[in-house]
């Protein structure tokens, strides 16, 4: 008997997926995982949304295999709780056949009462292997199913803690690292460009100040050499003139003394004044083309000192705004730049807030997930030790009730102990 009772417990009980009924699976699907399609169809558009990014394959590969240890996970969860649902009802079997045996055992004991106490023995003991069988079986998928439920609730809390945290800290730890770079570029940039909006100013307003002292001083110095030249001419011709006047005066005064006549004089006189004229006129039309020819040579000068300073100005004028041309397309595209940038930065860090917020509801909903499955492990644990007091009770006031007067010294020999949560029998 004792060699009987031992060899039950290596006999494994092993339940497979198609022993599974999808009935059950739906009746004890929580509200969860009842929602895993459209948790996973959310997970996909989200996937979606990184597919039009760029430079974003590393996130793809990582939220694909998230989805994936997630779906699994689901799988797994709803195997365990068929398991669960079909522990119940084999524990419900167990105790309306052990009440059915027991009502039949006390049926036939009221009836039978003249049998022969072997007979009764014999029963008791197959019934107590039956029950032994049973209770083994049910105690093995117990430990499975507690193994299982630790297994799984240690693969949740590796994928849902370790993985989904450390990546989302990473990833806003990099895009924090880049947005502070980029702070301090755009800081960078717009000091460097208030320096050469600065620098501009200053040598615009120096441009100025040169410009206009280099007008006065031209302008100056072309009135200085106007009236050199000019008061040169006036001396030359004034040498000139006087040199004239006082070799006709003498030539005036010889005449003047050679003729004694007084008509010669009066001749003279009118001839002298006649000369006197003729030279006035003379010298009058001399000093008009001495100054038409002065001054076209003066507007000559000036043209070609103008057009040179104008060349000159005009040079420096077209390098300084092709200069400022370049700056203002650097501004620019500066500018675009940072608007580019800024906007980039502000999609980034949307979407990897959506994706935070979104685990952080997933990994809410798998702790819900995983209190309810510990309270149900809780209930059944419960519910087992219970079953196992009454089959206990009910096996020791079997014994005490069933037990003829006669035969006691040999039910005394019955002893019934527990190792390992098993009960055995030993005659």
Known sequence: MENIIKEEPRRRTTIYLSDIHVKNVDYFQPASTMISSSNTHETEIHVDKFHQTEDNDNEKIELTTLNNHFENYLNKIKILANININLRHEIVNILQTYMGHMKEEKQNDNNN??????????????????ELQKLISIQTRLQRADYD?????????LFSKSNQYEI???????????????????EKQQESLLSYKRQYNEYMLKLIEYTNEYNKIAYERMQNENSLYTLNEQLLFEHEYSKKCQEEFEQLEKIQYDLNNEFNKTEFKKIIEKIRQDYESYNEIQVSELELFYKTKIDLMQNNFQENESENHSEEIKHLEEQNQSLEKKLKQLKNELHHISE??????????????????????????ILDLRNNTIQLSSEINTYRCLLTNLVSSFQQTNKPSSHRQQANNIIFHFRNGLLYVRI
């Open 113 to 130: 009462n003249s049998n022969s106490s072997e007979i009764e023995f014999n029963n008791l003991r197959r019934q107590l292997n039956n």
């Open 149 to 157: 439920t630790k297994y799984y609730k240690n693969k949740v809390k």
């Open 168 to 186: 989302i800290q990473q990833q806003l730890n990099v895009n924090l690292y880049e947005l502070n770079l980029l702070k301090e570029q755009f």
């Open 344 to 369: 980039q930065n502000q999609q980034q860090y949307e979407l990897s807030y959506n994706e935070y917020h979104q685990l952080q509801i997933q990994v809410s909903d798998i702790e819900s997930l």
